[in-house]
């Protein structure tokens, strides 16, 4: 068995999310929202609570925006201290290049895709889910962003 570390997991699970990795792997979830009832309760920039040198994988989708840019290296640093010598990331999030394309079309606050979350606009892949933020849900706020050379 191998062992999976999903942070920033929101509500999702392996079976939701997690296409890519087979019944081979054991997830372990890490979230810094207690409502989501992750395995481990804790921030992507300490991960002291997670067993450093032990996980064959990390599985970070759209959340290393949810961090300042000064914080990036940080985050990094952490994914690092828990990877095994052997394993792999992966990150995805949202791609500040085409969104700005979407934004100089003036389609702002115009429906993109629509996701689990529901419609999702420009607005809200540059700062955040508003409806969740909105709602209370301050997590969701976006902090940086980046492009597929930064």
């Not at 429906?111 to 979350?117: I, K, L």
């Amino acid at each position: 068995m191998k062992n999976l570390l999903h942070v920033g997991c929101g509500y999702n699970t392996k079976k939701d999310t997690l296409k890519y990795y087979d019944n081979k792997w054991k997830e372990t979830r890490v979230d810094i929202n207690p409502d989501v009832k992750p395995d481990v309760l804790g921030s992507i920039t300490d991960l002291s609570n997670v067993k450093s040198n032990f996980y064959d994988s990390i599985f970070s989708s759209h959340n290393i925006e949810h961090v300042y840019i000064h914080e990036v290296n940080e985050v990094l640093t952490e994914f690092y201290k828990v990877l095994n010598q052997d394993g792999f990331l992966v990150i995805t999030c949202p791609d500040i290049k085409s969104i700005s394309k979407l934004v100089v079309e003036d389609k702002l606050l115009e429906t993109a895709y629509v996701g689990p979350a529901g419609s999702i606009n420009p607005a809200d892949m540059l700062w955040g889910h508003s409806k969740s933020i909105k709602e209370g849900n301050e997590y969701m706020a976006h902090k940086c962003g980046f492009t597929k050379k930064h």
